[in-house]
């Protein structure tokens, strides 16, 4: 019989829950009413070789109709991420998908800050592209995302691969867009990737985060402790080349260069491909297993700025605000991920 107290909460059912292991559930939204009905989505990111890995997910696989590419500064300034993402669309012959340029500089934080040091000088170093034939549609993107939002006939959902400045500068300018979800690439419930406790997404743009943990949204986050265990490994490279296409053969290049500088950064034996997880989670929910947890960015602290505090054992009492992924499974992702650069190659 449980222990009744003065309460006349089960204590023994609190301690219960403490212990209860920490199982994910499906990391997105519920069920749409018509579970085969595509998922409207904007992708915002800053490509970056991971970033590339999300594009083409998201323009390949049937469960996401993607509305449009907006790019932000990030792992490059914004020129370069912008010309990246027209890069890769091109050599993935991906079409008729807006692409818009955004902000080039962060919120408040102070600008500059790139990963020249993982992603090269280009932000998309490896491969040899050639001129992009994919314009740009507009240098506003947090306009051109409202207007898309605005008159779209479903929820849009969000997905943000870079650093969050775009999307919390719509929130801001449009309180109350009706956004369905955003899933975010960033932060960790373990540690950092440019400070022992900041995740880069989250550093570059720390009050950015917050406005988008605190928007009252529903937001899935995933973070570095899900992204470290989906690893381009030799054999992932080797299914990749089998392909024999030209578009597999940029994804060889871009992930052996990318595997270089996490081996001389990182001693990674195999780099994490972080970004298109946000896009896979979406397509098969079963790929991420989350916990609703009270997510609190850290804006003052002075060895911790930009760490993403994860309350998942509910110490602080707050409410959650976002769904933190905490269990993977890679096998899962990387059957969707090999099999868009194989139909977009087909086509290419
Ligand atoms: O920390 C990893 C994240 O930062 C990824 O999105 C990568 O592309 C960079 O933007
Ligand atoms: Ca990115």
Redesign the pocket.
Same mark, same amino acid.
């Not at 970056?48 to 970033?51: A, E, Q, R, S």
């Given at each position: 019989m449980a222990q009744e107290s003065v309460t006349g909460r089960d204590e023994l059912q609190d301690v219960r829950d403490l212990e209860m292991p920490r199982r994910g559930t499906g990391c997105a939204a519920e069920p749409a009413e018509d579970a085969h009905a595509a998922i409207p989505v904007i992708l915002d990111c =800053?490509p /970056?070789? =991971? !970033?590339a890995f999300a594009i083409m997910l998201a323009a390949a696989n049937p469960a996401i109709d993607l509305l449009a590419v907006t790019t932000v500064a /990030?792992?490059q300034t914004l020129d370069k991420t912008t010309l990246n993402a027209r890069r890769i669309m091109t050599a993935a012959g991906i079409s008729g998908i807006p692409v818009a340029s955004g902000r080039d500089r962060p919120l408040m934080a102070p600008s500059g800050r790139v990963?020249t040091e993982i992603?090269g000088e280009s932000g998309m170093d490896g491969p040899s592209f050639g001129e992009p034939t994919v314009p740009v549609v507009s240098t506003d993107a947090v306009g051109f995302m409202h207007s898309i939002i605005a008159n779209h006939a479903e929820p849009v959902t969000l997905v943000v691969? /870079?650093?969050f400045t775009n999307v919390a500068a719509l929130l801001l300018a449009y309180p109350g867009v009706p956004v369905e979800r955003i899933v975010v690439? /960033?932060g960790s419930t373990e540690r950092g990737?440019?400070t022992p406790a900041a995740?880069?997404?989250i550093y570059a743009d720390p009050e950015a985060a917050q406005i988008v943990f605190g928007s009252g949204l529903p937001v899935t986050m995933v973070g570095?402790n899900v992204?470290h265990q989906v690893l381009a490994t030799p054999s992932v490279l080797s299914k990749i080349s089998a392909l024999g296409t030209p578009l597999a053969a940029v994804c060889v290049d871009l992930l052996t260069f990318y595997a270089s500088t996490y081996k001389s950064l990182f001693g990674f034996d195999s780099p994490p491909v972080? !970004?298109p997880l946000t896009i896979a989670a979406l397509i098969d929910p079963a790929i991420l297993g989350c916990s609703s947890a009270a997510v609190t960015v850290e804006l003052n602290g002075t060895a911790t700025r930009g760490a993403t505090v994860v309350d998942l054992d509910r110490w602080t009492g707050a409410a959650p605000n976002c769904d933190a992924a905490v269990t993977v499974d890679p096998t899962r992702f990387w059957d969707l991920m090999i099999a868009a650069i194989r139909d977009l190659g087909d086509d290419t």
């Open positions: =800053d /970056g070789h =991971d !970033d /990030g792992n990963a992603h691969t /870079g650093p690439m /960033g990737n440019v995740e880069f997404n570095l992204t972080h !970004d």
